[in-house]
């Protein structure tokens, strides 16, 4: 894990006075919140893709509608690994703003794991 050693992080702003971004606090913060996520080994389908991420981008706003339209069934995890990979592409392209469920995957990742970046940040 990278370890930050500035105290604080400033902008110089063009009538010579800084704009502190992260206080000390914050730091701290900052530095448990990638302690924790470097810890994270896996996330869950509903930890991946929250109402908030699905709302902004498909036409869905939960993930069980999601799964519900596509016409698969998938009540557990294990379930997602029976549908064939080219008709969910598909589904994926038609209802969502990505052209690849890796994209959506990666997207939903970073939207997650952002969040947990910034959690308690003022």
Known sequence: MAHVHLLKIRVYLSHHSYFTILENSNIDQFKKNLEEISNTNQLRFDEFFKTEFLSEYTSFTFLDD???????????????????????????IANTSFERWEDMQKAAAVAVLSKRMHLGLK
């Open 66 to 92: 999601m799964f519900e339209k596509s016409g698969f069934k998938v009540e557990a995890a294990d379930d997602s690994k029976a549908i064939p990979d080219q008709e969910w592409e598909d589904f994926i």
